[in-house]
């Protein structure tokens, strides 16, 4: 092969990677990085959710064990319970919602 075709093939590559990273705009980094912000917010934010509702599910578990008498209220309170531990899980969705869709928009 001659240095003039190899030279002619590295130039074309070139001018598709060229023509490929011009296509790349602001407003698509700006939406991945929204994206990608949601996603770590809802990860981070179901996290507490989880440990505190399994946390507060075991020690009713253990309560009922103990106490057979009183389950219903104590299944009552653990549902209370895990009803305001599942609206920070509720925030996190709402702030990840607001991310892609005011601040990526």
């Given at each position: 092969m001659e240095l003039s075709s190899v030279l002619t093939i590295l130039q074309g590559a070139v001018a598709q990677v060229g023509d490929a990273a011009q296509a790349i705009s602001g407003a698509d980094i700006k939406m991945a990085g929204a994206m990608i912000g949601a996603g770590i917010c809802m990860g981070?934010?179901?996290?507490?959710?989880?440990?505190g509702e399994g946390f507060a599910a075991g020690k009713a578990c253990e309560a009922i064990g103990r106490s057979p008498?009183?389950?219903?209220?104590?299944?009552?309170?653990m549902l209370i319970g895990q009803a305001v531990s599942e609206s920070t899980g509720i925030y996190s969705l709402v702030v990840a919602l607001l991310?892609?869709?005011?601040l990526a928009g």
């Open positions: 981070f934010g179901a996290i507490g959710p989880g440990v008498e009183n389950a219903g209220l104590l299944t009552r309170t991310i892609l869709f005011v």
